[in-house]
């Protein structure tokens, strides 16, 4: 870094401090405990990862186009609730689309609201994380949900099956963010979205619908939370009414992580699958040195306000703004 001046290095920090950051996770992590880098280790993270993996990859498009969705975790739980209960009631083949259709008009509505009535996209998911919240402790009574006969349903094939030794969350994992990947990077649609967030304003101006771009990042993202929710209801055959609950902060963490700007406009596939897995590899490495599941929340929570302040940085060039 010879002849580097301190904006340099601020902005080189401001753009990668989140990958040295990890990999300075990594290298504690490996010498507190040999089996951090196991290759069983490493599967069992990719696979518990999945299911955040595929919630991000939603919240991606939604995020470039300029907005927020805080409503996936509560979501999560609503289509995780209802596969379960409708998959006794009208068996699985019937109750994976039905499911599917009820996420996806949850989905519909938040962006009807934010893209063609422009309200604020924080507000509205926020009020709606609340209000699907208890849309779901209504539909179930309060209860949790159970498959009754956990032993005679192929319906466990999307959580616990394997193909050719690789588990199926990680397959639909990958396939999906694969396929959306191309479709952000490769089409006029991805274009669009990008020109959304990016500036609003221009790209009306140029003829893009914005509101329509908007309403469909919102349906795009209640279908990969409703794969999502596929996954968690076979995983476990069962599940709590709140098992998505929290889960919005995680997926917005590894957005960010991945290098999507709040302000929109910024963010790949690619890099959402890296921010995802830099959550997973510290999660796991902190309950592998000893500490409670319950210190995570705290990792979090200082991991979201290390990728924004980066995320700011990285705008401006610097890490401290040029008033302080």
Sequence with gaps: ?????????????????????????????????????????????????????????GVTFVV??????????????????????????????LAIPAMFALTLCLGALIGFLVGYLKLNSLIVTLGMLSAIHGLTLTYSGGKNMDIADKGGTWFSIFGQGEIFGI????????????????????????????????????????????????????????????????IQASRSLGSQNTVGQGLELEVLAAVILGGASLLGGSGTIFKTIIGVLILGFIQNGLLL????????????????????????????????????
Aim: with cysteine; glycine share 10%.
């Design 289 to 324: 040195v000893g500490l409670q599941f319950y210190a995570q929340y705290v990792v979090t929570w200082i991991i979201i306000i290390l990728a924004v302040w980066l995320d700011i940085a990285a705008k401006r060039g610097r890490l401290w703004s040029p008033l302080a």
């Design 64 to 93: 470039i186009s300029g907005n927020l969705d805080l409503s996936v975790g509560s979501m999560m739980s609503f289509s995780t609730i209802v596969v379960l209960d409708l998959h006794d009631k009208l068996g699985p083949a």
């Design 167 to 230: 588990p199926v969350p990680i397959l639909i994992f990958v396939g999906l963010a694969a396929l959306l990947g191309i479709v952000l990077a490769r089409t006029p649609f991805g274009r669009k979205v990008y020109a959304v967030g990016g500036n609003g304003v221009a790209a009306t101006f140029s003829g893009i619908r914005r509101a329509r771009i908007v309403f469909a990042c919102y349906l795009l993202s209640s279908f990969c939370v409703a794969t999502a929710g596929l």
């Design 1 to 57: 870094m010879a002849g580097w001046t301190r904006s340099d290095i601020g902005g080189f920090l401001a753009k990668q401090g989140i990958l040295i950051a990890f990999f300075l996770f990594i290298i504690g992590f490996t010498i507190a405990n040999e089996r951090f880098l196991a290759p069983e280790n490493i599967m069992g993270v990719v696979r518990s990862s999945a299911i955040l993996g595929v919630m991000a990859l």
